[in-house]
């Protein structure tokens, strides 16, 4: 593992969908040491899977078989192979330089490093202020329904310990897949570190997000979620904000 400085193996794993654009950029940014980077294509029909490839020998591959981030995120899950698993965005919005204050809260003791933009040192150039009041209003609810201190729910810069997968027990298809993993951490009683993440600007292309209909699907999760838990006592998790310097 060259001159890695965690013993733990690092997957990183890739959502994208026409990012062929972006790539170039998001790759640069991933450190030496990472030892697996997983690129997870949702059929693209530019040359996202050409250019990963040409960036990165070695790049694992995996087309996705349904619809969506959450589907995506699931499949590229699975077949990660390293001890942690690390997942951020193909459009430039998620620095790879942030990987190893992530993989740090984890070697540090939590069982899910949360990247948040809205604890001191994160931030946001991509958010609008429609999703920043959204984001806000479903994260004070999700506080609320489940015994989280989380200050921010729906964003796509996360790590964990792959064998917590299981507890994770994910199951969605959508951008709702960021909420689903929050809740479960906490309901199944995991050690949470909020990680402080600055969230760039998408650097080429649109955002496949829709407000309404995606906001929508998050707040049915959240309720579904709460529905789920309520007849057997579980634990819930605290968030342990991270004071870590960045
Ligand atoms: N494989 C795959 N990736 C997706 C899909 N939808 C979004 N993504 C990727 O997920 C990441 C975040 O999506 P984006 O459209 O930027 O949403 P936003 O960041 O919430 O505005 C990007 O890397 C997208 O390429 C999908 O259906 N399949
Ligand atoms: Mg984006």
Redesign the pocket.
Known sequence: MNSAPFAASVSVV??????AA?LPH?FATLPGWVDEVVL?????TDD?VAVAKALRPGLRVVT?TG???????IE?FAAATGDIIVM????G?TDGREIAAFVTALTEGADFAKGSRFVPGGGSD?ISPT?SLGNRVLTLITNRLHGTRYTDL?Y?YNAFWAHHLDALALDC???EIETLMNVRAARAGLVISEVPSH?RS?IH?????HAVR?GLRVLRTILRERRRAASPQREHASVRPRAASM
Do not use: Y
């Open positions: 890739v959502p994208a969908m026409n990012e972006n998001v997870v294509d949702g059929n693209s996202t996705q619809r969506g981030k959450g589907n995506a995120l590229g951020i965005d193909a459009d919005s991509d999703r729906c796509g298809d959508g951008f969230e998408r292309g649109a955002s496949n997000l995606d």
